[in-house]
């Protein structure tokens, strides 16, 4: 009965391990990304492996590229946003280049009025994304 107690908690923390390294909550602030997720909106994203791509239309979590406090900046050290386009496809109107540079996104929130995104940050670097959002989680 030890071992198999024993085997039940090794497998409870295996399990809540695998979570913790695979997985994120990230909280959406701020009106940016309305009418799909709402101010303080929780969000259950999987942590991006470092081959994985982020394809247009995924939701992501990404470092944020200005600290806080630097004018153009967010407050958080984290933003969600839509990519809007990947490595070598067509960038959006009022984008730097037309074409997104290796190695970077485009990212976009969905309410475009008062969303800080590429419009502002200009390309993401892929390497600043955390996670792609799978759901929210509704209270």
């Not at 295996?14 to 990230?26: D, N, Q």
């Not at 009106?31 to 470092?50: F, K, N, Q, V």
């Not at 995924?58 to 946003?81: C, M, Q, T, Y």
């Amino acid at each position: 009965m030890l071992v198999i107690g024993i085997a039940a908690l090794a497998l409870a923390a295996s399990g809540a391990i695998w979570i913790r390294t695979s997985m994120l909550v990230a909280v959406v602030r701020g009106p940016s990304m309305l009418p799909t997720y709402h101010d303080g909106e929780r969000l259950i994203a999987r942590r991006r492996r470092r081959r994985a791509v982020p394809r247009p239309g995924d939701v992501v979590v990404f470092r944020n590229p200005h600290p806080a406090g630097v004018p153009g900046s967010s407050e958080g050290p984290l933003l969600i946003k839509r990519v809007g386009a990947g490595p070598h496809e067509t960038a959006p109107a009022g984008m730097t280049a037309d074409r997104v540079p290796a190695g970077h996104l485009v990212v976009l929130g969905d309410n475009p009025a008062q969303s800080l995104d590429s419009r502002h940050l200009g390309f993401i670097p892929v390497d600043n994304v955390i996670a792609t959002v799978v759901r929210g989680l509704h209270r």
